[in-house]
């Protein structure tokens, strides 16, 4: 009888503990395909509220639903083994009240999330220890917040003045005293997300920010070039799947067309010379 080998999820202790250790590597996925593709290779999957864009062709994060989230993150679930789920809570769903932000965060958990990702420094800081004393995972998000796109002006770089990294800071150790696992650093200056990676003592994660953080996250999408031709600064393409794709369906119309597709093997009740 041979035995299995039994695949275990990376653990919020196990991100925790890879603080100066080892680099921590995230992507985003939010259907079955990607989420198994990736599964191997990253610590964490995050079905981020950038589905809104990526996946719907909306303008930003605003408008995805709590409800669409979970679904996406029950698909992600079912179809990972190894890597740690975390799930973003969307805009709305938790910034009313902390039993609002509860419900929330423990109807992801119920989809399959083993933690959930919010944006805000220290104005979330009571949410953030009010989900964490009771068994729920957070992963901070400060710097560039997508949700606050319209009170940022835009998604701009964040820490250029004394002022905003002055806020930055005090946001990274705010979410860090409030138990947040870890915090997720978007659009900061080099210098200043280094300086933050140095003086916390959860994982810091960058996108957009500094090498020095203790892992990176972008959307899949963006480093398989499938997400149109204008992508952020911080992107580094991989791929170009667009090009293939385009390619391929090109191929399979030319073969409809003539009549080369289907052939005989490809149907039912002809034998196969």
Known sequence: MSVQAVVKRVTIPQLMACKRQRKIVALTAHSAPVARAIDPHVDFVLIGDSTAMVAYGLPNTLSISLETIAQHTAAVARSTQRACIVADL???????????????????????????????????????????????????????????????????SQGKSPEEAARIRADAHAVQRAGAFGVVLEGVQEALAAEITAQVSIPTIGIGASPACDGQILVTEDILGLSGERVPKFVKRYADLDTMMRKAVEQYAEDVRSGAFPEPQHCFGVKST
Do not use: C, W
């Open 90 to 156: 969307p805009f709305g769903s938790y910034q009313e009240s902390l039993a609002q932000a509860f419900r929330s965060a423990g109807y992801l958990l119920s989809q399959g999330a083993d933690a959930v990702k919010l944006e805000g420094g220290a104005i979330m800081a009571e949410t953030i220890q009010y989900l964490s004393s009771r068994g729920i995972p957070v992963l901070a998000h400060i710097g560039l917040m997508p949700q606050y796109v319209n009170t940022m002006g835009g998604y701009l």
